[in-house]
């Protein structure tokens, strides 16, 4: 089987949240599952690409594609990356820019993109059974297949599979757009009209012959307003073609035995090294070393959906209380930014406070920390809880989506891998926190259990199969 993925970021060539993670490994989970089939990638090129991954890419061919009345010059590189093939469509005019998204014309960048990506398939000499698109900014490529090339030999047996990431990213734009941009019909307008406005992960929903999304909670959730961005009636409408599958993450890439950026290496049956990033942890942030006083640790965008307005309540009683240290990292909105910078101000010897976005603090802070903070409002699959596990940090985290699919609290019968709260307020987060500082404190219950958050199976293996019985189940 042919599988060709279309996406707007993938680990390591361009990133700005858990989609690049997706797209960076799980086309080679399941190359790995099904090594006979044959799995691709097609992303946009952008200037932001590190110069490294820059000198490996191939050049093909280019070729000019029309959208409308523009004609724009279209290159293709590739690279294989993992055993996988992953192209890149090259326009500096729409992709050599400082960000990858928030630009002007994000709906013409990415309307290019997946016009691009859908045109050149006998280029590229690859037809996919299935084309699997990812949100938003790759939604037109399954409207297109359907409405422009749906009777076009080579591509009429092409299957589409188009998974939610976020639903609070919808690709909303005005009317004005319809033909100019999107280059589309009035036949196409109930297909794409919703609420008032054109909305392209709509569209998608509506063509593709199966949705997903990245949990089993989350594909409940988004049926319900409280969840859905306005959306439910349409999932309501096409439920019968959505589903959930949690995602993995990368073994390789989340080993606390194979990062070198780790000051000292460890694996569950020798965690002396975890001891050791503790203490450079402390002092790299200038804390006070303390082997005995657990480090909570957040990483994250700093927005609402991350659950920080239950900080902004409850972060002063947990470190008056309590003997803690609080480590933060991440950038977002200038509120948060504001309220950590001060927190960190008020305590200046239990936390800590860095805004920027940096992998390789990011990799010493889930491998130093004691336990990691997760109260998201809503998450759709979330990937931090998966990867701190991998360091032995114990997750703790409001039961919503992917969290609520992947985390239980060490109360449950059977013992968990971590600690959860279900209503989403302040005190039971920091109930939640207090049965982890409590249990901590008590060296080798916590040891049992930093065991077990370690051996959970956060791999791929499983979810990849079940993609692929997807894939299967469309042909
Ligand atoms: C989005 C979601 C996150 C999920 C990721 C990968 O970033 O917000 O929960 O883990 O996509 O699917």
């Avoid at 780790?262 to 694996?267: G, R």
Wanted: proline fraction near 4%.
């Amino acid at each position: 089987m042919n599988i060709l993925f279309i996406a707007s970021e993938a680990t390591p060539f361009a990133a700005s949240g858990g989609l690049a993670d997706v797209i960076g490994s799980l086309p080679a989970a399941l190359k790995k599952a099904s090594p006979e089939d044959d799995v691709r990638v097609i992303l946009p090129l952008y200037g932001t690409m590190n110069a490294a991954w820059r000198e490996q890419l191939t050049y093909l061919t280019n070729r000019t594609v029309t959208l409308n009345w523009r004609n724009q010059y279209c290159g293709i590189f590739t690279v294989t990356y993992r055993g996988v093939v992953y192209y890149f469509l090259d326009n500096e005019y729409y992709f050599k820019r400082g960000s990858l998204y928030g630009e002007f014309d994000d709906a013409e960048r990415f309307a290019f993109f997946c016009r691009a990506a859908v045109d050149l398939l006998p280029t590229l000499g690859f037809f996919p059974d299935v084309l699997h698109a990812h949100d938003w900014q790759a939604a037109l490529s399954v409207l297109y297949l359907k409405r422009k090339y749906a009777d076009v030999e080579g591509y009429k047996d092409i299957r589409t599979v188009f998974t939610i990431h976020n639903i609070q990213y919808q690709g909303k734009y005005g009317f004005e757009l319809m033909n100019d941009v999107f280059d589309l019909l009035p036949s196409d307008f109930e297909t794409v009209e919703y609420d008032g406005c054109l909305n392209l992960l709509k569209a998608a929903v509506v063509c593709a012959d199966r949705v997903t999304t990245v949990s089993p909670t989350y594909a409940k959730e988004i049926l319900s307003p409280q969840f859905s961005y306005g959306l439910d009636p349409v999932l309501h409408a096409y439920q019968g073609k959505l589903t959930g599958i949690l995602n993995g993450i990368d073994k390789e890439l989340y080993s606390p035995s194979k990062s070198p950026e780790l000051p000292a290496s460890f694996h569950v049956n020798r965690m002396a090294g975890k001891t050791v990033c503790k203490r450079e942890l402390q002092e790299q942030l200038g804390l006070p070393v303390n082997a005995e006083t657990p480090v909570i640790a957040m990483i994250t965008r700093l927005v609402d959906s991350k659950g920080l307005d239950l900080l902004t309540l409850a972060a002063d009683t947990l470190l008056e209380e309590e003997d803690v240290q609080l480590v933060v990292l991440g950038t977002g909105d200038f509120y948060y930014e504001e309220f950590f910078r001060r927190l960190a101000l008020r305590h200046p010897d239990r936390c800590r406070v860095t805004l920027r976005f940096d992998q390789v603090l990011a990799k010493r802070i889930y491998a130093g920390a004691d336990i990691f903070l997760m109260p998201s409002r809503t998450e759709p699959c979330g990937l931090a809880q998966m990867i701190c596990s991998r360091f032995g940090t114990v997750p703790v985290v409001h039961e919503t989506g992917g969290l609520y699919d992947s985390i239980r609290d060490a109360g449950c019968e059977g013992g968990g891998n971590g600690f959860t709260f279900a209503s989403y307020n302040a005190w039971d987060m920091l109930y939640a926190l207090r049965n982890a500082l409590e249990l901590y404190r008590n060296h080798d219950a916590w040891k049992k259990l930093v065991r077990r958050v370690m051996l959970t199976d956060f791999s791929w293996d499983a979810s990849a199969q079940k993609y692929l019985e997807l894939y299967r189940e469309l042909k």
